[in-house]
């Protein structure tokens, strides 16, 4: 996924305790080249398929003719956090549908603002992008966003198989999708979904509200893991679910969500400043860690959806002891509606052990983490750092050494000095042959698939 980071420092904060230390972090934008989702001629292609299935589907008995005398659905958002994630929340919105039917850079969303897009080929953006935050790729490789069904009804049309890691314009690569239609025959198209992720359902089988339907991935014309919810009614009318001023319909959303939403997605510690410049689509290396030894570096953040201007985050750090070690205040004075932000301070000066709550407030909503400060780390917590490669540079074979510890909790993945996975291996392997690649720089990542924490290697190929 192509990102812009733009890093902050030194803005505005307030401290009611000790001196903080300068805040950084900074804006992370999805899509910002404004790729086309889908093509139509794919589209026209999806359609043909879709009522192929359907009149099978009548002549068998299986589904309804479309009845559009029926009020439409009332959707349910279809993206939420697994049950495995320890975020807050899992997503954000990127971009809606485009009303403005001229091209290009002629856009208007349902609310009269810029958040959609169009392109110089005459692609006006034609459903609600949902991309996941923060991390999207670890969220994919874990996943952590699931796509559910915004309303009741019947798959019309399923497409899975198809390469989940697009980084850029795939032509008229199929994307894996799940399409439903519903009592009244609207219909809702969900695309980009993960390789192999998709619900064991299939053509004619039924779905309620709520149900799992797959993870949110980066199949078809894709720059990044998001959900990409397109809507039709009875008649095949592209529609807008929001309900808005330059969209005056009655929402189809059972609770629309604001325009403006305001929302911590999570706050978490890390050993090492966050970092979103990972190649695409390399997972980011996320520093997760919530055990750190005393007095050593502690990376406490905020990831914020939909930051508005002149607000403020408020921060507060509980001791072990439950007396307040630090607390402070940090104006925003920027708004970021159609991305979103980091800020994160580094502490080294904790040294009272046990667990520490880290707590951040926005907009009225109150998050916590737990970390610990132990006298000594697990063997659970070094794992990584025990890790060495040799010979480097390489001429055929590259060997691990120093890793001890169960081969299936790990992953592996080579990537070559665009980005581009050339490598992937489910499991720990101590010896790779690698008397196939050209000569020159590789990355070497070995990841722990139970806490996310990766440790990456520069290798030559000589």
């Not at 805040?23 to 999805?30: D, I």
């Not at 915004?150 to 690569?173: H, L, T």
């Not at 406490?300 to 508005?308: H, S």
């Not at 992953?411 to 690698?434: C, H, P, T, W, Y």
Request: with cysteine.
């Amino acid at each position: 996924m192509k990102r812009l980071l733009l890093v902050l420092s030194l803005l505005p904060f307030t401290c009611f305790s000790q001196t903080i230390g300068e805040a950084n972090g900074g804006e992370v934008l999805f899509n910002p080249n404004n790729l086309a989702c889908i093509t139509e001629e794919a589209k026209a292609n999806i359609n043909t398929e879709v009522e192929v299935n359907v009149a099978k589907l009548i002549k068998q008995g299986k589904l309804s003719i479309k009845k559009a005398s029926l009020a439409a659905p009332t959707f349910i958002w279809p993206v939420k956090k697994a049950a495995t994630s320890n975020f807050n929340d899992v997503w954000a919105i990127s971009n809606y549908v485009d009303h403005d039917a001229t091209f290009p850079d002629k856009v208007q969303d349902y609310n009269c603002g810029t958040n959609t897009y169009d392109t110089s080929s005459g692609y006006n953006h034609s459903g609600t992008d949902i991309f996941t935050w923060p991390f999207s790729w670890y969220q994919m490789e874990n996943n952590l966003a699931e796509v559910v069904a915004a309303a009741p009804g019947e798959i019309v049309y399923k497409n899975d198989g198809q390469f989940d890691k697009s980084c850029a314009s795939n032509s008229n690569a199929s994307w894996n999708a799940i399409y439903v239609q519903h009592s009244d025959g609207s219909r809702t198209w969900y695309g980009h979904l993960k390789n192999g992720s998709l619900t064991t359902k299939g053509v004619g089988d039924t779905v309620t509200a709520g149900e799992f339907l797959g993870i949110i991935g980066s199949s078809g014309n894709s720059t990044g893991p998001h959900l990409h919810f397109e809507v039709y009614d009875s008649n095949s009318n592209l529609v807008d679910p929001f309900s808005g001023t330059c969209n005056n319909i009655t929402s189809w959303w059972q609770d629309q969500p604001d325009y403006y939403d305001p929302n911590i997605n999570a706050v978490l510690t890390h050993s090492a400043a966050p970092n979103f410049d990972n190649p695409c689509p390399q997972v980011e290396n996320t520093n997760l860690a919530n055990k750190f030894l005393p007095n050593t570096d502690v990376y406490m953040a905020v990831y914020l959806k939909d930051q508005l201007v002149n607000t403020k985050t408020f921060w507060r750090l509980y001791a072990p002891s439950g007396s307040i070690q630090n607390n402070w205040s940090r104006l925003l004075p920027y708004s970021f509606t159609s991305s979103n932000t980091y800020w994160y301070w580094r502490f080294n000066d904790l040294s009272e052990l046990g667990t520490w709550r880290l707590e951040v407030t926005y907009e009225g909503q109150k998050v916590t983490h737990e970390f610990e400060v132990a006298a000594t780390l697990g063997v659970e917590d070094q794992k990584l750092a025990q890790i060495s490669v040799a010979p480097n540079p390489f001429e055929d074979e590259l060997k691990i050494s120093g890793f001890t510890f169960d081969q299936a909790d790990y992953n592996m993945a080579i990537f070559n000095q665009l980005g581009q996975k050339v490598i992937e291996k489910e499991v720990f392997s101590d010896r790779l042959n690698l008397q196939f690649l050209s000569k020159g720089l590789y990355f070497l990542n070995i990841g722990d698939k139970t806490t996310g924490s990766s440790k990456s290697f520069k290798i030559v190929k000589k």
